[in-house]
């Protein structure tokens, strides 16, 4: 790479006509073996592979030579100023959009030393070609589809057919420099000549005599003689490991005293090499492995001219090297968006000019090129077929909805698909959620100052009878309303299995203090009398409540322990998909139903207890009056 040129002048130019610094970055990250593009393992999508910090340490090469102003700017030096002069964006939405500048592109500049175009681009007689640095270019091209919705597939399978037939003039017509097909060559080197690749290799090895050649294995560039000569009616080569040119270079993976013919092929078993571009031929070491031989004769024949047969091995050559920028993938509609989002030109106006000539991390520079990478490929939900989608309903809002979260995809903002559903429960700062939560709050300071009340004045004879069913009254309402706070957020294991057992004690509690005050009543009317000795109501029933009690602590301890606490189900939206969502779990149903019969139970031996204490309306009234003298 040209760093200074006459004088400290940019000594690389970009022509930036059909994106070419893209294709420049990426070809240098291929080259660098920096996988551009990644795929997600979650979602299946293409993403920026930069995200690494070895080939963030690579690309510090690039990041100097911008900085060092190097390069030629071609960037829009309006929308430059206007990038670094408003605040810096806070979004992948909020990034600009930063173009070529078009004057430069048209207009014949000055070139200090070598600048990176296409073959579509000018021609200028004073620029010669050269082979492109590193172990890639850029391959591009146009392609032909045939949509699921033509009438006509098999006329335009056959149409394309005829397009590609390599018989005809339409692959050469289309092509400037090489086509698809080997030795079908484009408009401009139809002419060299479709030669065979062994009378290509013949000519190579044309003059008798040993010559060197370099290859390189393991990014390491050796040394090789090879001797030319004839073997039989065939040109071909010999390799003497043992000559003294070769003794003090790594040729040990040649076999000593090996002749070599040229072909069509090459060929390991056959001891065959075989053309592979101009001055270069390919050999075979072993079975799996191939080395390209490039002829040092090369260094002696260039002259200040190029022939259209230089220029044209040189497009050869460098086809050969060549990656689409999507590589290793196939093409993918996503790319069009990462282009037209330009983040690699935004990424380069950050190293040439910086923002607001603040200095920005290198690191931070590459994550958000990253970012804006992968924003530009996400596809459109719209045309997505499968789409992969998250829904957090830990996150409901008062409004008693949860966001989708694309993973795959992303919405357009007209897009028709919906972007919130309700959710499954009942949220904190959800209104009813509030009303629920301040209800119970009241209600529970209520049945305290109540109990406070009660145990203060505990020894007054309206309050002595009844104190226990009073407090057991009380602290079974404080238990169901904490029961109803339960009802509301998420649910979640531990907080659905405490919500059944708050029920269940609540309810028994509840059930029990109105036997217990219905006792409390007969006593006091079989007895005529309002005096502690005389109000009996220990009986056997408050023997049948702590069975009852202990019967089910028993059945919800098993209870609990056979089941998880939460269930998942699953629901279906419109054009997205099923989602999964969490419900308290019913658990062992039969165990859940025999404690519920004991409850009910309860409440049938608590009505006719009550009933036995009001046979008739006087006897009712009579027990009112009783009470009333005695207080």
């Not at 086509?179 to 139809?190: A, I, L, M, S």
């Not at 036997?515 to 005529?528: A, H, L």
Request: charged content about 20%.
């Amino acid at each position: 790479m040209i760093t200074n040129c006459m004088n400290g002048n940019p000594g690389f130019k970009l022509l930036n006509s059909y994106y070419e610094d893209v294709k420049f970055f990426i070809a240098v990250c291929q080259s660098l073996n920096i996988p551009f593009f990644t795929v997600d393992e979650e979602t299946g999508i293409k993403k920026c592979g930069l995200r690494n910090k070895d080939y963030i340490n690579k690309l510090m090469i690039l990041k100097k030579l911008v900085e060092s102003k190097s390069i030629e700017m071609w960037l829009n030096k309006t929308e430059i100023e206007q990038w670094r002069n408003n605040p810096y964006p806070n979004s992948v939405d909020a990034q600009p959009t930063i173009h070529y500048d078009n004057d430069l592109t048209i207009k014949e500049s000055i070139t200090y030393g070598m600048f990176y175009d296409n073959l579509y681009s000018y021609e200028y007689p004073e620029i010669k070609f050269c082979y492109l640095p590193g172990s890639s270019s850029y391959l591009g091209g146009l392609g032909l589809e045939i949509t699921k919705a033509s009438p006509f597939k098999d006329e335009a399978f056959k149409f394309i057919e005829l397009l590609i037939n390599e018989d005809y003039p339409y692959c050469t017509e289309s092509n400037i420099s090489v086509t698809p097909f080997e030795n079908v060559h484009g408009q401009r080197c139809k002419d060299e000549g479709q030669r065979t690749k062994k009378e290509l290799c013949t000519s190579i090895l044309a003059l008798n005599g040993t010559y060197p050649y370099y290859y390189i294995r393991n990014n390491i560039t050796s040394i090789v003689y090879l001797t030319h000569l004839n073997i039989g009616n065939d040109r071909g080569i010999s390799i003497e490991t043992n000559n003294s040119l070769n003794s003090a270079i790594y040729n040990n993976i040649f076999n000593n005293n090996t002749n070599y013919i040229c072909d069509n092929e090459v060929n390991y078993e056959k001891h065959t090499v075989t053309y592979y571009s101009k001055y270069k031929i390919e050999l075979a070491i072993s079975k799996n492995e191939k080395i390209i031989l490039k002829s040092m004769m090369d260094v002696e024949t260039i002259t200040s001219e190029q022939t259209q047969e230089m220029i044209c091995s040189i497009y050869e050559d460098s086809f050969k090297l060549a990656k689409p920028m999507q590589f290793p993938y196939g093409n993918f509609p996503e790319i069009n968006n990462f282009q037209e989002k330009a983040p690699i030109s935004l990424l380069f106006a950050h190293l040439y000019y910086k923002h607001n000539n603040t200095e920005t991390p290198f690191e931070r520079i590459i994550e958000e090129c990253c970012d804006i990478i992968d924003d530009s490929l996400k596809p459109i939900c719209n045309e997505t077929r499968n789409i992969k989608f998250k829904v957090n309903f830990d996150q409901c809002d008062r409004n008693h909805k949860t966001k989708i979260e694309f993973i795959n995809c992303k919405l357009l903002p007209d897009s028709p698909i919906e972007r919130v559903i309700d959710c499954h429960y009942i949220p904190y700062l959800n209104f009813n959620g509030i009303i629920v939560i301040i209800t119970t709050i009241i209600a529970s300071f209520i049945e305290i100052i109540y109990l406070i009340f009660i145990i203060i004045y505990r020894n007054e004879r309206t309050i002595m009878v009844g104190l226990k069913f009073l407090i057991f009254h009380i602290i079974s309402c404080i238990i169901l309303y904490g029961s109803i706070w339960l009802f509301i957020g998420v649910p979640r294991k531990a907080k659905c299995i405490l919500k059944i057992w708050i029920i269940v004690f609540g309810l028994s509690g509840f059930i029990c203090s109105y036997s217990i005050k219905s006792e409390i009543i007969i006593s006091i009317y079989f007895n005529k009398s309002l005096t502690p000795s005389t109000v009996n109501y220990k009986n056997k029933n408050y023997y049948i409540y702590l069975c009852v009690l202990g019967s089910q602590f028993i059945l919800l301890i098993i209870w609990s322990f056979t089941q998880d606490g939460i269930e998942t189900k699953q629901n279906y939206i419109n054009n997205i998909g099923i989602y999964n969502y969490t419900v308290c779990s019913k658990g062992n149903e039969i165990i859940l139903n025999l404690i519920y019969i004991i409850e009910y139970v309860l409440l049938i031996l608590s009505i006719i207890i009550s009933y036995q204490g009001r046979k008739s309306i006087f006897l009712f009234l009579n027990y009112i009056y009783l009470i009333s003298n005695k207080l």
